[in-house]
């Protein structure tokens, strides 16, 4: 059998005690696709596929049952050393040391890719590449206003970063905007405002909607955005599940009880679509990068488990998105010291975040009292 094969070198001889609490440590790692080899002067492991729940379970257990303090024993070193490891796969909840990265056998592949081309549907885009400084006034700010007039004092590819969360026409109580339009008039407008981001974003730079269809209206509104963005020549990169583990459908509601007439779907998740507008890679600092290795690999997995936002009430929103999701997409597609736009800022989640972690920001909403909110929230921060 294959293995990954780590050394550790030891600083003195094992006790007796010592080699026998690692003797046992082998046997109890029958159910682990791990192994260990030991003299006096070294331990080497041997990795293939392991639990580290259960390896620190039975790490306990011989600690105790040997007397040996639990961070100076020769199995927490052997666990040190596996957690200072940050290369591996992951299989349900197990890590895999060996041939997790190979990918499937595709004969050819750089070929086949080259024949096949990538993103043919925003090849011909006309986006230029300058780049401008966003106004000092709107610098770090809360504007009041509708998103689709203040923008357009904004000047061309000023912001690097995009996040928001349209009103999804649910028919929310917000403060100062109907949520129940007729359906085309709502994309509409929705859309003249994401042509403003378009043009304010840029080159290089992203677009993240997070959004929920209404299926009670048989109403795709991530399809539509998406095929929106596609029409406006931006670069799909990709999806995001924002799984909240809540039901947006009651229990009781099932369209046709046990009938295949018309059974309704329950959905726990929301999506987050993305897009690049020109290119995929978005350039920037080694030094503005602010995201660990570890979350890196959690979060590329694109199905995020995050509760909702709890403190609604008291921000007086009905609407709001939890800062754990900012922070994932701020971390994971924009840089430090990046300008952070989101044109439906309600009480200011995203712009709190963007500052909470040195990026630039701005906010629109067209409620006075929710941007009023946000400005709050920023300073009691601060
Ligand atoms: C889903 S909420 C966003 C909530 C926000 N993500 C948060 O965590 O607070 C949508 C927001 O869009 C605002 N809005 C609706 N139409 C707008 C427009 N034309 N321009 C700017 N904001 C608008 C609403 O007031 C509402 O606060």
């Known amino acids: 059998m294959k293995y990954k094969t780590i050394e550790i070198k030891l600083t003195k001889p094992l006790s007796d005690r010592e080699i026998a609490m690692l003797t046992d440590f082998n046997v109890g790692l029958k159910q682990q696709r791990m192994k260990i080899e030991f003299d006096n002067q070294r331990i080497w492991l041997l990795l293939r596929e392991i639990d580290l729940d259960r390896l620190r379970d039975l790490h306990h257990q011989l600690a105790a049952s040997y007397e040996l303090p639990l961070t100076s024993n020769p199995v927490a070193l052997v666990l040190q050393k596996i957690e200072s490891i940050k290369s591996y796969g992951i299989r349900s909840g197990r890590r ?84 129940d339009q007729f359906w085309q008039h709502y994309f509409e407008k929705l859309f003249r405002i994401f042509d403003e981001c378009i043009r304010v974003l840029k080159f290089g730079g992203r677009i993240v909607v997070n959004v929920q269809p209404l299926f009670s209206d048989y109403i795709p509104s991530h399809h539509i955005i998406s095929n929106f963005f596609i029409q406006r020549k931006l670069i799909w990169k990709g999806e995001i599940l924002w799984e909240k583990n809540n039901y947006n459908c009651k229990y009781t509601a099932w369209g046709s009880w046990q009938s295949p007439s018309n059974p309704y779907l329950k959905y726990t998740w929301e999506f987050l679509e993305i897009f690049c507008k020109g290119e995929i890679k978005k350039p920037g600092q080694r030094q503005d990068i602010d995201i660990s290795a570890d979350d890196f690999k959690k979060w590329v997995t694109a199905k995020w488990s995050i509760s909702p936002e709890r403190k609604m009430k008291a921000y007086d929103h009905p609407a709001m998105f939890p800062e754990e999701l900012v922070k994932r997409v701020l971390q994971l597609f924009s840089y430090q010291n990046d300008v952070i736009l989101d044109p439906f800022n309600g009480v200011g989640t995203t712009s709190y975040v963007a500052s909470r972690l040195n990026r630039r920001y701005l906010g629109i909403d067209i409620s006075d009292e929710y941007c009023q909110r946000a400005a709050e929230r920023i300073l009691q921060n601060c």
């Open 96 to 179: 895999l040391y060996v041939d997790y990265n190979k990918e499937r056998k595709v004969v050819n592949r750089t070929g086949k890719e080259a024949k096949r081309g990538q993103f043919f549907y925003a090849l011909d885009h006309n986006f230029n590449r300058d780049i401008h400084e966003l106004p000092k006034s709107y610098l770090n700010k809360i504007i009041c206003g509708d998103s689709e007039s203040v923008l357009k004092n904004l000047p061309d590819n000023c912001v690097d970063l995009v996040f928001t969360s349209p009103p999804y026409n649910f028919g929310l109580a917000y403060q100062q905007s109907a949520d």
